[in-house]
């Protein structure tokens, strides 16, 4: 019949953990043998056919974790996933690796192709904004949090401190005496980007930066991270903030940009417009990627760790599929800035 109810509802109706449902599966030990029969009649009662949680009871099945990312091609995330599929291969488990190419729909479709393969787990940087129902599968998300996360027994979330990252990149634009400083972003729908703009916020509020900002704290918005995309609206930034004029007069501006190809697109678009950066105009980006310190203007960024995030990822992953209570849900990786000549005059 196949599974008629999930991990979860097992779990409410036994009135226990999904973590003590995963340690019955899998004969962990740590429950009484009161809990144990009442799980085992519960899994006969509504046939109940464990997936890849239940390792124990499918040895000639290879382990398998699953990985959703948003954009392959992309350094931060290939870097991510590349250590990733590194520190799972190390403890005895293959990846299945989906590029979901920002696309929610196209999410969808690979995490019910998951769980069809009966995957171990599933790490995701989700870019859905809905509730993602992961079934009772152990899930790490990274640097992306739906709505729902914190609702899941069997997930925890990393990321680097993106509100800080945000914070150190307007203080370093405030440290520079720019007069205004804006924040420009594809989206506020990712809650890394929305953590960074916060952070923005924070820092222009704390400083008291006297200025008519566009928007709401003078964000803004592109449709993608692209310098097609991005161009009209710095042709636009420029005629609305009057940044030519006021140029003449001494004064300086800054834009925070929510990722390094933001940034890399601003200073193209900015350059095509005979605006020099820094001198008239500063910018920082986030992730600090390979091109950010190769380009004809090495960018001020905020360094992510990487290689820390994902261990952090798989070290809290291989604890829920063994079963582990989940003690600390949220982990955040300290960031820092990275001060290059996009900030600094010769």
């Known amino acids: 019949m196949g599974n008629s109810i999930s991990i979860k509802k097992l779990a409410e109706l036994a009135d226990v953990?999904?973590?003590?449902?995963?340690?019955?599966?899998?004969?962990?030990?740590?429950?009484?043998?009161?809990?144990?029969?009442?799980?085992?009649?519960?899994?006969?009662?509504?046939?109940?056919?464990?997936n890849?949680?239940?390792?124990?009871?499918?040895?000639?099945?290879?382990?398998?974790?699953?990985?959703l990312v948003p954009d392959i091609v992309n350094e931060h995330?290939?870097?991510?996933?590349?250590?990733l599929e590194k520190e799972f291969f190390q403890n005895g488990y293959l990846t299945m690796i989906c590029n979901t190419n920002e696309s929610p729909e196209l999410e969808k479709r690979h995490l019910q192709a998951m769980v069809g393969q009966n995957v171990s787990g599933i790490v995701l940087f989700s870019g859905r904004e809905e509730k993602v129902d992961m079934m009772g599968i152990p899930t790490v998300y990274v640097n992306r949090r739906p709505r729902n996360a914190e609702e899941s027994e069997c997930a925890v979330f990393i990321e680097s401190d993106n509100e800080n990252g945000g914070y150190l990149a307007a203080s370093e634009l405030i440290e520079k005496e720019c007069d205004e400083i804006y924040f420009l972003t594809d989206t506020l729908r990712e809650s890394s980007k929305y953590s960074r703009y916060q952070g923005y916020r924070k820092a222009i509020l704390e400083n008291r930066i006297s200025q008519e900002l566009e928007e709401e704290y003078g964000l803004i918005l592109t449709e993608d991270e692209t310098e097609e995309k991005i161009s009209p609206q710095i042709e636009?930034?420029?005629?609305?903030?009057?940044?030519?004029?006021?140029?003449?007069?001494?004064k300086h501006y800054g834009i925070v940009c929510a990722t390094d190809s933001e940034a890399i697109a601003v200073i193209d678009a900015l350059e095509k417009r005979k605006i020099v950066v820094p001198s008239q105009v500063m910018v920082t980006g986030y992730d600090d990627v390979r091109m950010a310190k190769n380009f004809r203007i090495p960018l001020t960024t905020v360094h992510q760790p990487t290689g820390k995030m994902a261990r952090e990822a798989a070290k809290q992953m291989l604890k829920l599929i063994a079963g582990e209570p989940v003690k600390k849900k949220n982990f955040k990786v300290p960031v820092e800035l990275i001060r290059r000549n996009s900030t600094t005059e010769n």
Request: proline letters at 1%; a positive charge.
């Open 77 to 83: 995330f290939a870097k991510i996933v590349l250590e």
């Open 236 to 250: 636009l930034w420029i005629e609305k903030s009057g940044l030519r004029e006021k140029n003449k007069i001494g």
């Open 52 to 67: 890849m949680l239940a390792r124990g009871l499918q040895k000639s099945k290879a382990s398998v974790i699953g990985i």
């Open 17 to 50: 953990s999904v973590a003590t449902v995963s340690r019955v599966i899998n004969q962990k030990g740590g429950y009484s043998a009161e809990v144990e029969q009442r799980i085992q009649k519960l899994i006969e009662e509504y046939h109940y056919t464990p």
